[in-house]
Nanobody, 129 residues
Framework: QVQVVESGGGSVQAGGSLSLSCVVSPYGTDYDDTIKCMGWFRQAPGKEREGVAHISDGGITTYADSAKGRFTISRGNTENTVYLQMSSLEPDDTAMYFC???????????????????WGQGTQVTVPS
């Protein structure tokens, strides 16, 4: 049973920074089982879940327009770890942030939520206005 666990959420003043982490376990070593794509999504109250940033197993990244220039997604030394470094945070960034992962060899960063099989429970990020 694959588990996805996020950490690092919290409350930060506007203009501040926050870093999120995500670990996927267990993960396979055979090609079919390796994590090919990892991403971060967020969902604010009353709004749909939206993709924030994605990273492929080759290190290719894609970002939502709202995240470009402010957020950075990266993978850890082990392929089952992903980080989201957020800076210049705004009240509109307040949301539950979810980590997602998938082992299918599909284009990373496209297809929205359907691209991902494994999801975490989310970690809350709050930027008071």
């Amino acid at each position: 049973q694959v588990q996805v666990v996020e950490s690092g959420g919290g409350s930060v003043q506007a203009g501040g920074s926050l870093s999120l982490s995500c670990v996927v376990s267990p993960y396979g070593t055979d090609y079919d089982d390796t994590i090919k794509c990892m991403g971060w999504f967020r969902q604010a109250p009353g709004k749909e879940r939206e993709g924030v940033a994605h990273i492929s197993d080759g290190g290719i990244t894609t970002y939502a327009d709202s995240a470009k220039g402010r957020f950075t997604i990266s993978r850890g030394n082990t392929e089952n770890t992903v980080y989201l470094q957020m800076s210049s945070l705004e009240p509109d960034d307040t949301a539950m942030y979810f980590c997602a992962a998938d082992s299918r060899p599909l284009p990373c960063g496209y297809g929205g939520s359907a691209r991902y099989t494994y999801w975490g429970q989310g970690t809350q990020v709050t930027v008071p206005s």
